[in-house]
């Protein structure tokens, strides 16, 4: 019986893990996330199977002590095993999955991330295409680019699709100066979906590959020093850990129902795309969860 609770608590930390590092990975699947949600999945499963798998050691155990009640002694539960090892792999395992819920905040998002999903998924294509014309008057940005203002308009461009070049608009196309017919700024477009029109290749905002090299690397540090600090702390009061590795209702339930809500937050940045805001508050809150599960078990324990 004993034995089923440890297989099952490790198949639930190590497919905890699997899901973190693939969340935090800096070469992401768009939405629909279907790998993360896999994992997600599992782990989902593996930590019911390990609360199960434990409520049935506590019945057992409870029917053995009703069985010895003649004796008339109280029989304790056996030791639990030093657990060293978990201590580094929890204290890692909350930064890394507070980090994973951060690093979903992070790339192509709103309608914008949502077409760039579907030009990707569909075989798209950047290119330097030709500025036929523009229509109305530039807008400065207030940006400067290599010491020349940069402008936002909408132009109208030669695409070649598969089907034959075509004039496309596009707005909101950002250039270092003034644009004007002739000139050739770099478009991304799917070859053979004219319907889908083209969009400016992303240039360097939180939620592009410039922006990801950036704020990713970040994260990541920050939840390597969490995981460090958060392991030392862990394996200097290792004798709570290795009691907390036995399942207690009022300590475990309300910490799995935390990560459930971390994960029920995250949720809507792994299939779909909302706005920048909104994607950035979910993200956030996620990240909270679980710090707040290990300060629950901490406190219950």
């Known amino acids: 019986m004993r ?22 990975a800096p070469f992401r699947e768009l939405p629909p996330k279907r790998h993360q949600l896999g994992l997600l999945g599992a782990t989902a ?64 998002d709103g309608a914008e991330g949502e077409w760039l999903a579907t030009a990707a998924r569909s075989g798209g294509v950047t290119g330097e295409v030709r500025v036929e014309r523009v229509l109305g008057e530039p807008r400065p940005t207030d940006v400067e680019i290599n010491d020349t203002d940069e402008y936002a308009s909408t132009i109208v461009a030669t695409v070649p699709f598969v089907s034959g070049a075509r004039q496309v608009t596009v707005e909101e196309v950002h250039t270092g100066g003034k644009p004007e017919a002739g000139r050739t700024v770099e478009l991304i477009y799917v070859p053979d979906r004219p319907e ?73 940045l792994l299939i779909g795309f909302p706005d920048t805001g909104t994607g950035w508050a979910l993200a956030a809150a996620s990240a909270t969860t679980p710090w707040l599960a290990l300060a629950w078990v901490a406190k219950t324990s």
């Open 45 to 108: 499963s593996c930590a019911a199977c390990w609360i199960v798998a434990s409520l049935l050691v506590r019945a057992h155990r409870r029917k053995a002590l009703r069985k010895k009640t003649w004796r008339k002694r109280y029989e304790p539960w056996p030791e639990p095993r030093p657990s060293r090892l978990l201590c580094w792999a929890l204290g890692f395992g909350v930064a890394l999955t507070s980090a994973a819920a951060l690093c979903q905040g992070v790339g192509p």
């Open 196 to 268: 889908l029109g083209a969009r400016q290749a992303p240039g360097n905002d939180i939620g592009t590959f410039a922006g990801r090299m950036i704020l990713l690397p970040v994260i990541w540090t920050c939840a390597l020093a969490a995981g460090f600090v958060t392991s030392v702390a862990l394996h200097r009061r290792e004798p709570g850990v290795r009691y907390a590795r036995r399942f207690e209702p009022w300590a475990h339930l309300p910490a799995a129902l935390l990560l459930l809500c971390g994960a029920g937050l995250a949720l809507p």
């Open 3 to 24: 034995m089923l609770t440890r297989l099952t608590g490790w198949a639930t930390l190590l497919t905890g893990y699997a899901t973190v590092l693939l969340g935090a």
